[in-house]
Structures are given as C-alpha cells and as structure tokens.
C-alpha cells in the first residue's frame, strides 16, 4: 500500500508568526484524531545545525494511509481553516509530498 508523506514549510510574513502558529501549531497537531487516514504529525521549528532553511521558520509532515486520504484531506473541514490561516500569514509555503 502506498502512505505519504505531506511536508509542508512556512515562511512567515513579518510580525505575524507568534499569533499564526498560536493558532495553527494545535490545530495540526489534532489531525490525527479529527481527520480520517491521518496516521501522523510532526510539526515544529527547525532543528538542523547545517542552517539551510532558506528563511522558512516552522514546518509540519503529515502520514497519509493512502494517496485517497490526502486527497480527501485537502477539502476536510478541519483542515480547511488550517490551511486558510497559514495562507493568509505566510510569506511563503512550499508543499512537497512523498509517495512511500
């Protein structure tokens, strides 16, 4: 069976990240419980000593059971809101999903 892997970094607009990730840093990591074939989540800040982020300043993976529960993911209702607020909030996303 193929799981993915959903990586997801944010770059945040200036003055914006404590209120964004007060708000966003629970709601992830409730997905596992709220969101069907969501086996889990990683999110945080990073902790790499090589120093490449590239500006991005938080991150999350999500564990999909299959590619048909990322899909389904996308329109979910507790996604939705999520997804939402981090758009309005960043500066910049990059989303990069692995089939595994």
């Known amino acids: 069976m193929t799981t ?3 990586v997801v970094l944010v770059s ?3 003055g ?3 209120a964004a990730e007060d708000l966003v840093r629970p709601a992830i990591r409730g997905f596992v ?3 069907d074939g969501v086996q889990s989540v990683v ?3 990073s902790s790499s000593p090589e ?3 590239d500006g991005f300043d938080y991150g999350f993976v999500i564990a999909f059971a299959t590619p048909q529960a990322r899909d389904a993911y996308l329109d979910d209702p507790v996604h939705r809101p999520v997804a939402e607020a ?3 909030a960043a500066e910049r996303i990059v989303v990069f999903d692995i089939e595994e």
Do not use: N
Request: glycine fraction near 20%; aromatic fraction near 4%.
């Open 43 to 45: 999110e945080g800040h």
């Open 12 to 14: 945040w607009k200036s």
């Open 16 to 18: 914006r990240q404590g």
């Open 86 to 88: 981090i758009g309005a």
């Open 33 to 35: 419980d709220a969101i």
């Open 51 to 53: 120093g490449l982020e």
């Open 4 to 6: 993915i892997s959903h």
